[in-house]
């Protein structure tokens, strides 16, 4: 059961939306909640988050670093902009690679929908092409990602 | 990757947008692509040069005709690409559902 869009909107935009079993509160705290988000902002099956910090306020920082156990890694960082707690999540993120990608301006909405939530991000970069770059270096990522793990298996 | 990179950045353009959308129905000339953009023919054919370097169109000689349509590897490419970064998320958001599965569970136990 495919519960996931994604979508491309007007020049700049990354639209995801989601629907999770649980409320609005719930999830907000498995998004905002280190320990929570720990389990699961994981990406692909063998890569783990040993550090995730986040300093829950507007201006506050946040940083998750990933890794796959056999010397490759990178890590996110950037800052809380705007928090309702439960109901809106506004933050800029960088990807290190290891120079910092352009600002990716981001913003989470947890809507209640039924007995559980809908969650809808919006990314905002800053032009056509960062959008662009930003979607073919996902594909680089995964790519790579995908080669670790086939070396494991072969 | 280069490919797939050139793609995106193609895409980032809205009247190539709309000129594969009107390829995604079938083959047509630079004049009838022309047409409904109200743009001159070299600017046309400076936008199908873009989508054609990109990979996402081919051409076919015709007579003096050079009829453009969608190219299905460069299409297929990207298609792949978007079900594998969906793919990516919806394991993430798999595993999240488990996670919320047991916070309510762990609150339930409270009670």
């Given amino acids: ?154 | 990757m280069n490919n797939l990179d050139a793609a995106f950045s193609a895409l980032a353009d809205p009247t190539r947008r709309a000129i594969l959308a009107r390829l995604a129905k079938g083959e047509a000339t630079v004049n009838e692509l022309a047409k409904p953009f109200e743009m001159t023919q070299p600017a046309i054919s400076q936008h199908l040069k873009v989508l054609e370097d990109a990979g996402l169109i081919v051409r076919r000689v015709e007579g003096t005709k050079r009829p453009r349509r969608l190219a299905s590897a460069g299409i297929a490419a990207m298609d792949q690409w978007l079900a594998m970064l969906r793919k990516a998320l919806e394991k993430n958001y798999d595993r999240l559902d488990g996670v919320l599965a047991g916070m309510e569970l762990k609150k339930g136990e409270r009670r």
């Fill in chain 1, 1 to 154: 059961m495919s519960k996931l869009t994604l979508k491309t909107e007007g020049d700049t935009h990354v639209v995801v939306t989601r629907h999770f079993a649980a409320p609005p509160e719930v999830v907000y705290r498995a998004f905002t909640d280190p320990k929570l988000v720990q389990k699961w902002l994981l990406g692909p099956d063998g890569w783990t988050m040993p550090v995730c910090i986040i300093d829950l306020k507007p201006g506050g920082k946040f940083r998750y670093e990933w890794t796959n156990g056999k010397g490759h890694g990178f890590h996110i960082a950037g800052e809380f902009v705007e928090l309702q707690p439960f109901s809106r999540i506004v933050h800029i993120e960088r990807m290190y690679l290891p120079d910092p990608t352009p600002d990716n301006y981001i913003e989470t909405r947890f809507d209640a929908d039924g007995t559980g939530t809908l969650m809808t991000m919006r990314m905002t970069l800053p032009d056509a092409k960062t959008r662009a770059a930003m979607l073919a270096t996902g594909m680089e990522r995964g790519m790579e990602m995908s080669y670790v793990r086939l070396e494991g298996m072969i």
